[in-house]
Nanobody, 122 residues
Framework: VQLVESGGGVVQAGGSLRLSCAASGIIIPNYRLGWFRQSPGQAREGVSSWSSYDGHKYYADSVKGRFTISRDNAKNTVYLQMNNLKPEDTAIYYC????????????????WGQGTQVTVSS
């Protein structure tokens, strides 16, 4: 299984970015995929995910109303649209898959992508 992220970069506060995660070795609708992020000195935080079990989309309180998770099954790719970005969103963003549909803690993750840096300037 391989997850390859892209789309990170530097943006001013209030701007937008779209992250992509191309998956290989799995069929994404069959698993819970989503995004974590990690800032320097901080633990990895679950940002958003899409459950394969009940179709529920999870968002951390800090990103609700600003971030949207989506997927293209034909491309086997998951996206994270990030709008109205804030400096506190600055982090490395990791694509992640949980084979058991658990989420919220990094210990539930079975495979990680390599990460993509998002930097939001004030």
């Amino acid at each position: 299984v391989q997850l390859v992220e892209s789309g990170g970069g530097v943006v001013q506060a209030g701007g937008s970015l779209r992250l992509s995660c191309a998956a290989s070795g799995i069929i994404i609708p069959n698993y819970r995929l989503g995004w974590f992020r990690q800032s320097p000195g901080q633990a990895r935080e679950g940002v958003s995910s899409w459950s394969s079990y009940d179709g529920h989309k999870y968002y951390a309180d800090s990103v609700k109303g600003r971030f949207t998770i989506s997927r293209d099954n034909a491309k086997n790719t998951v996206y994270l649209q990030m709008n109205n970005l804030k400096p506190e969103d600055t982090a490395i963003y990791y694509c992640a898959v949980s084979y058991g549909d658990s989420w919220g803690d990094a210990e539930y993750i079975d495979t990680w992508g390599q990460g993509t840096q998002v930097t939001v300037s004030s």
